[in-house]
C-alpha cells in the first residue's frame, strides 16, 4: 500500500502544470537571456520591461521573433547581436517559447 500510495504521489508531482510565468521565468534565466536583458535597464539588449511594453498585446509576434522567423521591433539596429542566442532559443519546444515569451510580456510591465 505505500508503494502505492508513494507512486501515486511522484505521479502527481510530475503531472502538476507549473505555471508557465515560472516556467518562462526559469527558461529565460537558463538559457542564459539574463546576461544581456535586465529587468529594469538597457544593457547589451532592451530592458524586459521595454520589450514587454513594445510587444504588449502582440505575443505572437514576440514568438515569432524567437523562432527566428520575424523582425525585431524594439530595437532593430542591435538585433544582431541576439542572432547567435535566436538559434538556441528556436530550438525549444513550443510551449516554452509561449512560457518564455509570457513570463517577458506579463511579468515586466
Partial sequence: MKKIVLGLSVTMLLL???????????LFESKGCVLCHKKDEEAIGPSLRN??????GKEMALLTYLKGQGTPIVDPARASVMEPQLVKIRMLFEEDLHAISKYIIHSNR
Wanted: aromatic content about 6%; charged content about 20%.
Fill in 51 to 56: 520589450i514587454a511594453n513594445v510587444y504588449a
Fill in 16 to 26: 502538476t502544470d507549473v505555471p508557465a510565468q515560472e516556467t518562462g521565468e526559469v
